[in-house]
């Protein structure tokens, strides 16, 4: 067989491996995910599992919950700030800047509060989920809770679980107080807005279903990001681009990037259905 | 016939098609130590996982108390896994929890024990293993050998039926090695479990021993008592048994009696064509006795000695040489024919070997023994076999040198 016919060859199989490459990939994103969700499941149901853990869920809670305060004061002050900023000067064009309150708190309470919540919180916390439970795998650790008759899904897995149920909402909460300050600190305080227009129409338009709204999408996220970034480093021996150091290092990446892929996805998915 | 507590039937097992275990059946009694020995990766650790669960074989059975595990139901696999523990080769140790919280941790989360009794188990646990004091450092914070032992306390810690140990002795200064294993053996004795060791500790390991499985290319080589092993002529397990001789003939650089005669063999049809040869044999007179008085690494020493000063005195011309056995060490030099030739190597080595260390009287300060190193030589021809004219040499042989606790005296070559 010549080069050329060995060509042809190739180009006569091609649409055929590029169908098997999608078949390939598409069982392996379903057996993936199929995977993540009973792997949620096993670690949604063993939190019921007696005794309770509350110590390790407390300690998850300082750890995801409590430690990120600073970060998302932080974020959200300057969030509602810029958004208070950009908001002025948009709405100022149509003469409407008293909406300006009504504006940054829906779009912080709607959207910006869950979502940069959760991103700051991957960030933060869930990176180093992953990077903890994947050198625990890789060190033995798991394994050793596994000779010992120890569940490591119930001890690793299910305290984050209540720890990211309970600190998501709480810190999404707190991003949308210190967000609506920051859009107040430079609306009314900067921009010289009038204070009681801004609270006024902000009460006008802002009601309990955008709250609940929100507070529905950091449940979510929270979950989500639990999630991945346990089941990325529970997970890490399993991976065929890289073991050891390496592999917790990619585990951890990709933690991070599915997070917030799936966190924005998600986003979309719970906003269509809540509009 | 004592039934086996755990059972290997045909086990077989693979990781991405490379056959780690090939068919292998392996019976664990109860109460005993039984330890298996073999080369680096060649599955002990992988036994080891099976027997825990933490594996799941590929082919064959796993039995426990006669029971199929592959058979059981979930309580039943639960139950069983309750009675084993593992002491993992690297330690495994929970590295964000401190040296108490990892021994407590077992009985923390599968007991109903008061946090009082779980501290009354654990300091008794950690004084046993001399490890009081460090409960609130963690694992990075001890050394090594620290490290192993807080592994230790934390698998016995549960009081299990059956432990498992995955080289626990690596990484153990000696005096720290004894220890673990007498802890071993004491605590086997004390509480009955079933032991079954991954070692690398050959011969040292098999004192504490019942029973010994070597593994060798995917398959159980031996199975049985140490005594038995120590019986077999198998060069494998022999190589086992004698690592501490293939240690020293790696470092002395002299070939066994074996590589010495195949060695042979192939020179002599090199030889043939250049006429006969000279076989020299030197033998150091009651090597035990050496061995029993001025210790292992004294005679090992005169041993080396001896090796390094005829290589460097036959290294100009072509040689064969060897140790044919514990206390002679045999070279063959072609195309030396002429008595006064030999006669003079052995006198320029006499001289050599008198003004070496090993034979001034003054190095044995505690404890000296006198003792002689004598050579023979004689004609060699291809016809001959090589244990023949060792024998024709040494009936003819001199003393060399000798060491008198006194002084070193010259022998009758120099």
């Known amino acids: ?275 | 016939m004592l039934t086996p507590l755990i059972e290997f039937r045909k086990v077989t097992k693979s990781f991405d098609g490379k056959r780690v275990l090939d068919g292998v059946d392996l019976a664990i009694y109860p109460g005993e130590v039984t330890t298996l020995i073999g080369k680096s990766g060649v599955g002990k650790s992988v036994t080891l996982k099976l027997i825990i669960g933490l594996l799941l074989p590929d082919r064959g059975h796993i039995l426990y108390e006669g029971r199929d595990v592959g058979n059981m139901g979930r309580g039943e696999r639960k139950r069983m896994r309750e009675r084993f523990n593992f002491m993992f080769q690297h330690n495994a140790l929970f590295d964000s929890l401190t040296v108490y919280e990892n021994i407590a941790l077992p009985l923390e989360e599968k007991t109903r024990l008061s946090p009082r009794d779980i501290e009354d188990r654990v300091r008794s646990k950690m004084e046993s293993l001399d490890l009081l004091g460090i409960e609130y450092k963690y694992p990075s914070q001890i050394s090594g050998g620290m490290q192993k032992r807080v592994a230790l306390a934390r698998a016995l810690i549960s009081d299990p039926q059956v432990v498992l140990f995955d080289e626990p002795t690596t990484g153990l200064d000696p005096v720290r090695k004894n220890s673990v294993l007498s802890m071993i053996t004491h605590n086997q004795k004390n509480f009955g479990f079933t032991a079954v060791l991954v070692s690398h500790d050959v011969p040292d390991v098999l004192y504490i021993s019942n029973r010994v499985a070597i593994i060798e290319q995917s398959r159980i080589l031996y199975e049985g008592s140490p005594h038995g092993l120590e019986q077999s002529d198998q060069p494998v397990i022999r190589e086992f048994i004698y690592s501490l001789e293939a240690l020293k003939k790696d470092i002395v650089g002299l070939p066994d009696r074996g590589e010495l005669e195949k060695a042979y063999l192939r020179a002599v049809d090199a030889w043939h064509t250049s006429g006969s040869f000279a076989v020299l044999v030197l033998i150091i007179q009651d090597y035990q006795a050496i061995e029993r008085s001025i210790g292992d690494f004294g005679a090992f020493e005169v041993l080396d000695t001896l090796a390094e000063r005829l290589r460097s005195h036959v290294r100009t011309w072509r040689y064969i040489y060897g140790r044919f056995d514990c206390n002679t060490i045999v070279c063959l030099l072609p195309g030396v024919t002429e008595e006064p030739v030999i006669r003079g190597l052995l006198g320029k080595l006499a001289q050599d070997l008198k003004a070496q260390e090993v034979f001034q009287p003054n190095q044995y300060t505690t404890y000296c023994h006198e003792f002689s190193v004598s050579a023979g030589f004689t004609a060699g021809s291809e016809s001959q076999r090589l244990e023949d004219m060792v024998q024709a040499a040494k009936a003819g042989g001199e003393t060399l040198v000798r060491l008198s606790c006194a002084q070193a005296s010259r022998g009758s070559y120099a």
């Open chain 1, 1 to 275: 067989m010549t080069w050329r016919d060995s060509h042809s060859f190739e180009n006569s199989h091609s649409p055929l491996q590029a169908l098997a490459w999608v078949g390939r990939n598409t069982v392996q994103l379903i057996r993936e995910m199929g995977a993540v969700f009973l792997f949620f499941l096993q670690g949604l149901l063993l939190i019921f599992q007696l005794p309770f853990q509350i110590r390790k869920s407390l300690q998850q809670v300082y750890f995801i919950g409590v430690k990120s305060i600073f970060v998302i004061l932080l974020v959200g002050i300057f969030t509602g700030m810029v958004l208070g900023l950009q908001g002025y000067y948009t709405l100022v064009k149509f003469g409407s800047e008293g909406v300006l309150g009504g504006m940054v708190a829906l779009s912080i309470i709607r959207e910006l509060g869950p979502v940069l919540t959760a991103i700051m919180i991957i960030g933060r916390a869930g990176s180093a989920m992953a990077a903890e439970i994947g050198i625990m795998r890789i060190s033995e650790q798991i394994d050793a809770l596994v000779t010992m008759d120890i569940n490591p899904i119930r001890y690793l897995f299910s305290p984050r679980i209540v720890a990211s149920v309970i600190s998501f909402p709480l810190l999404t909460a707190l991003f949308n107080v210190i967000g609506i300050i920051g859009g107040y600190i430079s609306g009314v305080l900067l921009l010289g807005v009038n204070s009681g227009i801004f609270f006024s129409r902000m009460e006008n338009l802002v009601n309990i279903h955008d709250i609940m709204g929100g507070f529905y999408k950091a449940l979510g996220f929270g979950l989500i990001v639990v999630t991945i970034c346990c089941y990325q480093g529970f997970y890490v021996h399993t991976r065929r681009e890289g073991f050891g150091a390496k592999g917790v290092s990619l585990a951890t990446t990709s933690a991070v990037v599915l997070s917030c892929v799936f966190v924005l996805i998600t986003d979309y998915v719970l906003t269509s259905f809540l509009l």
